[in-house]
């Protein structure tokens, strides 16, 4: 989890005040010399599709309780880590937008909340510099939020999260996670959605952290160029694989006492080690 300079608090949950803020692990825009363009080329520009918006990437992703990420796994329930209710009632989404301020979402009270029975956290009220604290680890990282009333699942802006029950992924795979993070430590929430594109990691170099048990833990790294990783209010957003299918829930990042840093190792919860805990909550 990530926290303040001086104490081990929120996390990746850190509470924060949503700003629009220029994401350091965004993709940069490169200036070059103009060019004249031929007739051709104009026309085929002119036609080619722009970017693909971030929510229709990952339409699964919720902002959650305003301090958090999320994920829709069915019309009525979201799937956050268990950590982002320690300082926040974690009370409404916000779903099917990459903005937080232009009013072009839907968003959805939360009815009843439940942590996952095995849940613990390490020390987060203690002093990082005083009790040498590099990350505080939470163990069985999840969370389930059951909406007041269905979202209107469009399958382009919205769409719920297939779940993975392989626990063996392939060292490599690529996978990513969109969420409203900070850019920097310490930050605030960024008003825009961003994408991360990572790669899941041996439990070999997993293992490196000390906390890490990879029972109901992975971690990836990100890819090059950008070395993409996760910053405060990153907690809880779902990783997913290139199919959409959701295998992990954000929980803490290596030396998250202190930092964020391009090309730090990230922890997230395995949902493969609870899928049968959701299918009894949720009948998903």
Known sequence: MFASKSIVCAALALLAVTTAAPGGNDIQKITKAPNVPTKSEAVTKASAPGPQPVNE???????????????????????????????????????????????????????RQVIHPLFTVGPYWLDADDFNLKQVAARWDFLLAE???????????????????????????NVGYAGYGTDHFGGTMRSDMHGMELAVQSDEVCSTLEQYNSKDMLCVKGRPPRYDSACNGDSGSGLVDETGKLIGVASWVENDAHECKNGALVVFSRVSSVREWIRQVTNV
Request: proline fraction near 9%.
């Open 57 to 111: 990437r990952f339409p699964h992703a919720v902002l959650f309780g305003g301090t958090c990420g999320g994920t829709i796994i069915s019309p009525t329930w979201i799937l956050t880590a268990g950590h982002c209710t320690l300082f926040t009632g974690g009370r409404y989404i916000l779903a099917g937008t990459n903005n937080t301020e232009n009013d072009s979402g839907v968003t959805r009270r939360v009815k």
């Open 147 to 173: 909406l007041n009333e269905p979202l209107p699942l469009d399958g382009k802006t919205m769409a719920a999260a297939p779940l993975n029950d392989q626990p063996n992924l392939p060292v490599g795979l």
